[in-house]
């Protein structure tokens, strides 16, 4: 039977669908509700945003963070309790399987995921455990995820998992086109709570509650990518500007290394993603998926949209890296035109880092 959120019986509670199933848009008066979250209706953290649907998998054992440094992208040897970090499991290509948030306590490494990510995620995980000392589990019945922007008074007791985003993690690199100070991410810090499924609605109590309308409006203005959303079959993290937060370069070997070293030294990322600020006199949103056009041309897709209370209409959307940075694009939703002007997020020359090193460039591609 699918999840339902036990605050979907809250007051104005409607539901949402898509990634988000289970859980609330909004409880009735989603500007304010976000307006609420990024702290303009008084202190950030003032509210909270039910993640419950969310997939939860642990790993416990002596090995944990030896072995599932093998494994993925990031490096967690040495991973210090209570510190968030975001890991990648890769096909062999580069490809994204899986996209992790991560925190251990010091004897248990916890990994939120996507809702219909968890399963597969610690069957996969069992699979690759041969002779070593861990243990596997999906315990996302057991546990309730909750975010918000900031502390929230009174959970000090809950492990918490800080989005690292969009700070240059050690042995990352950022693919963006303007100075890390101005990067917008830094006004949105963000936490999700880890809460005993038995303990969630007392531990929500009277708190102010936003629903994922206003936590997704404020992602995408942080340019912060979500596995499902901005991501397909052939995503490569370089295109997202994932290198910074979810990829170490210094690590040892681990599967999809290789095409991750490539593309970083000698090549391009052949996609770009890019913030759409949409046109609002339609009084609509496009769906995401819709084509994004240059001219007549079909040049890529809107991943994800939102209704932002201070910007407006706006959106990410995954683009051709050779796509004119400032070409105003049009957005197709089955006929339905609007505008889109871009702000850069992958930058359109990102890559080829060893090649500007040692002088060496190979023909873009």
């Known amino acids: 039977m699918s999840y339902l959120s036990p605050l979907l019986n809250r007051s104005g509670a409607v539901a949402a669908g898509g990634l988000d ?34 997939g939860v998998v642990t790993v416990t054992g002596p090995d944990r963070l030896s072995w599932l440094n093998t494994l993925s992208s990031q490096a967690l040897t040495n991973l210090a309790p209570n510190v968030g970090t975001e890991l990648l499991l890769l096909t062999i290509q580069g490809r994204i399987e899986f996209d992790a948030r991560v925190v251990d ?11 219909a990510e968890a399963a597969p995620l610690a069957q996969w995980l069992n699979s690759m455990k041969f002779m070593l000392r861990v243990e596997i589990a999906d315990v996302s019945a057991d546990w309730a995820v909750a975010g918000s922007v900031t502390e929230v008074p009174g959970w000090e007791k809950y492990l918490v998992w800080v989005d690292p985003w969009p700070n240059i993690g050690a042995g990352g690199y950022s693919y963006a086109a303007l ?43 942080a340019w912060r990518p979500r596995r499902g959303a901005e991501t397909d079959e052939k995503t490569i993290p370089h295109e997202l500007d994932l290198m910074r937060t979810a990829v170490h370069l210094a690590k040892g070997c681990y599967k999809g290394q290789e095409t991750i070293a490539r593309v970083h030294n000698l090549g391009h990322p052949p996609r770009r993603l890019v913030f759409l600020q949409l046109d609002g006199s339609l009084h609509t949103l496009p769906a995401a998926g819709s084509e994004v056009l240059l001219e007549d041309r079909v040049v890529g897709k809107v991943t994800s949209v939102a209704q932002h209370f201070e910007m407006g209409p706006i959106a990410l959307a995954v683009i051709k890296r050779s796509v004119d940075p400032a070409a105003v694009l049009m957005v197709d939703d089955s006929g339905e035109k609007y505008p889109a002007n871009q702000e850069i997020i992958v930058a359109t020359d990102a890559g080829q880092v060893l090649g500007r090193q040692t002088g060496f460039l190979r023909p873009p591609r």
């Open 105 to 115: 306590d010091g004897g248990t490494a916890w990994l939120i995921v996507e809702t």
């Open 179 to 221: 100075p890390e100070a101005d990067h917008p991410g830094l006004e949105r810090p963000w936490r999700e709570y880890l809460i005993p499924a038995t303990e969630f609605v007392e531990a929500v109590g009277s708190l102010p509650l936003a629903g994922v309308w206003a936590a997704e409006a404020l992602r995408l203005a």
């Open 21 to 54: 199933a289970g859980v609330a848009s909004h409880y009735g008066d989603p500007n304010r509700e976000q307006r609420l979250l990024a702290g303009y209706l008084g202190k950030p953290g003032s509210a909270v945003v039910d993640l419950s649907h969310r």
